[in-house]
T-cell receptor, first 115, second 111 residues
Framework: ETGVTQSPTHLIKTRGQQVTLRCSSQSGHNTVSWYQQALGQGPQFIFQYYREEENGRGNFPPRFSGLQFPNYSSELNVNALELDDSALYLC??????????????FGPGTRLTVT | SQQGEEDPQALSIQEGENATMNCSYKTSINNLQWYRQNSGRGLVHLILIRSNEREKHSGRLRVTLDTSKKSSSLLITASRAADTASYFCARLETSGSRLTFGEGTQLTVNP
């Protein structure tokens, strides 16, 4: 167990709806990254938050947005859901210090199904 | 789309045999990491190798990195049925803070 938790575990939504996924980072970690993993593929980077600011974004449209809170937990919001948004959404927390890379610890993921 | 390649895509071996998975990439890296994933669950970090390292060991795992060929390999020795999982390489590029994952190798270890 990494200490990173995600909720909910599973979610079913209808095309066009909006969804919010949540992630609690490991104690002492100030950085959260979100990844989307489609079935049979490797995870793809969505964005990263460091000290409540977006710190890098992958090739995802603006309807994918996020937040990081003062306790370093994070939310991923997806508007106007499309069928292709069906995937496992993973968050990972890490401790970022200038010039030093630390490992990312992944949560168990949220399985989103869009019908 | 992913910018790394892993091969093989699938590997099936008998318990006790060694399993080797390879990963190639195109850009400069800060480090390269290997992860394991069981049946669509969360990723488990296995090992990290920095760009100035050539080989690293952790238990039954051995990772090599050849930055001139932009490739890495993961060797699992004396495999067990419990090693059955998908294995992914992920690189941290020098220009950013994101991990870029390969497509993964599905390893099946038959008892």
């Amino acid at each position: 167990e990494t200490g990173v938790t995600q909720s909910p575990t599973h979610l079913i939504k209808t095309r066009g709806q909006q969804v919010t996924l949540r992630c609690s980072s490991q104690s002492g970690h100030n950085t959260v990254s979100w990844y989307q993993q489609a079935l049979g593929q490797g995870p793809q980077f969505i964005f990263q938050y460091y000290r409540e600011e977006e710190n890098g974004r992958g090739n995802f449209p603006p309807r994918f947005s996020g937040l990081q809170f003062p306790n370093y937990s994070s939310e991923l919001n997806v508007n106007a859901l499309e069928l292709d948004d069906s995937a496992l959404y993973l968050c990972a927390s890490s401790a970022t210090r200038t010039g030093v890379y630390h490992e990312q610890y992944f949560g168990p993921g949220t399985r989103l199904t869009v019908t | 789309s992913q910018q790394g390649e892993e091969d093989p895509q699938a590997l099936s071996i008998q318990e006790g045999e060694n399993a080797t998975m390879n990963c190639s990439y195109k850009t400069s890296i800060n480090n390269l990491q290997w992860y394991r994933q069981n049946s669509g669950r969360g990723l488990v970090h296995l090992i990290l190798i920095r760009s100035n390292e050539r080989e690293k060991h952790s238990g039954r795992l051995r990772v090599t990195l050849d930055t001139s060929k932009k490739s890495s390999s993961l060797l699992i020795t004396a495999s067990r049925a419990a090693d059955t999982a998908s294995y992914f390489c992920a690189r941290l590029e020098t220009s950013g803070s994101r991990l870029t994952f390969g497509e993964g190798t599905q390893l099946t270890v038959n008892p």
